[in-house]
Every structure is written in C-alpha cells, then in structure tokens.
C-alpha cells in the first residue's frame, strides 16, 4: 500500500527474482531507448533503479542515496546521521485489476485513503494538483497524508499507473521541516520518470 508508515517487504521473491533476472537483459535496451528520447542538451544518460518489482528509469535525488531499508527500493539524505534518518523516500508497488482488490488506480487510491484515515483518528489527507510527468506525457495523482502523531507524521504519495500495476513514490517524514525542505528534491525524482519495466505479480 502506499501511505503506510515502515511498508512491509514482500517476502515471497523466489519466483519473482527469477523473472526478475529473465528481464535483466532488457535493461540495457530500456536505458538505450530512453537515452535516444532525451533531449541534445542533457547529458546524463537515465539511471536504471533494479527491484524485486521491476526496472524504473528514474534519477536519484542530488543530495541522497540508495540506502537499506523498506519497500522495493529506499533512499536518504546523503548527510543523514540519524538512524532512522528524519526523512527517507521510497518505492513500493501493488497489483490492480480484474482480479485485484482494486480494479483499477483511482480505486487504489481511494483504498490509500480509507486505509489511512482508518488507522490514525486524527488523520487530515489533502488531495493535491496533479502532477505532470513530462518524460510520460501524463498526470500524476498526488496525496498528502498527515497522522496528527508524534513519528512519521508527514507523507506525499505520488502514484504512477504501469500496466496492471501501480508504483508508489513516498516522501515520510518525522517532522514538517524534514518533510517540507525535501519536497522539491522529492518532485524532481518524480518528475525524472521515463518508464518501467516489471516483474509480473505472483
């Protein structure tokens, strides 16, 4: 799920590191097509972040790192000295269709939604503007989640639609500074989106 503080992993990888590794190959021809779309005054060329889920083309924040941690793929400031750090960003995905829960993202979402204000009575979620993906050519839904408690009180959660999947990026944090200051750095991951290609669900 996306807002949902300390995600839990999904153990059950086997059957999905072998696909995983089938679409290893498939790599290179991602990063050669994506490189072919950019535009002649960039020169970097897209990263290629590898989960159990999939292969994104996204860039990593200036100022942060991959790092250890929770949900498909998980990032930190690179000065961070607090453990936990104070605010981390992170990848999750979950299955949508037919056959799911949630047939669809707008569904997803909703679920998101319900299943946070459930859980924290004090809870405020603020839908935001939609957010353009320029790489993608399409709009992002965007949603702020507060709890109203002491830790991890602050989350944005942007939802990118794949093919019977939805990816989650989430930007937590403990408190609002932590939370505010990393936003455009956070927007910028987002924005740096140029597609995926993932495992398909167990």
């Given at each position: 799920?996306?807002?949902v503080?300390?995600?839990k992993?999904d153990?059950?990888?086997?059957?999905?590191?072998?696909?995983f590794l089938?679409?290893?190959p498939f790599?290179l021809s991602l990063a050669?097509?994506?490189?072919?779309q950019?535009?002649?005054?960039?020169?970097?060329?897209?990263e290629?972040?590898?989960t159990?889920?999939g292969l994104?083309?996204l860039?990593?924040?200036?100022?942060?790192?991959?790092?250890?941690?929770?949900?498909?793929?998980?990032?930190v400031p690179?000065?961070?000295?607090?453990?936990?750090p104070?605010v981390?960003i992170?990848?999750s995905?979950?299955?949508?269709g037919?056959?799911?829960?949630a047939k669809?993202?707008?569904?997803y979402i909703e679920?998101?939604?319900?299943?946070?204000k459930r859980q924290?009575?004090?809870?405020v979620v603020r839908r935001?503007?939609?957010m353009?993906?320029p790489?993608?050519?399409?709009?992002?839904?965007?949603?702020?989640f507060?709890s109203?408690e002491?830790?991890?009180?602050f989350?944005?959660v942007i939802?990118?639609p794949d093919m019977g999947?939805?990816?989650?990026?989430v930007?937590?944090?403990k408190e609002?500074?932590?939370?505010?200051?990393?936003l455009?750095?956070f927007?910028?991951?987002?924005q740096?989106?140029r597609?995926?290609?993932?495992?398909p669900?167990?």
């Open positions: 799920m996306g807002p503080f300390f995600p992993c153990l059950r990888l086997s059957a999905r590191r072998f696909a089938v679409l290893l790599a050669t097509a994506m490189r072919a950019q535009k002649p005054d960039s020169s970097a060329p897209p290629i972040i590898a159990d889920d994104l083309a860039t990593t924040p200036k100022g942060w790192v991959r790092a250890d941690g929770p949900g498909a793929a998980y990032f690179t000065d961070s000295t607090q453990n936990p104070p981390c992170y990848i995905s979950a299955s949508i037919p056959k799911e829960q669809d993202i707008d569904a679920s998101d939604i319900s299943n946070f924290y009575k004090n809870a935001e503007q939609p353009p993906l790489q993608m050519k399409l709009q992002a839904s965007v949603v702020t507060r109203g002491k830790s991890n009180s989350e944005q939802y990118l999947r939805v990816w989650t990026l930007l937590s944090a609002e500074p932590a939370f505010t200051n990393s455009d750095a927007r910028g991951f987002a740096s989106y597609g995926t290609i993932s495992v669900p167990n």
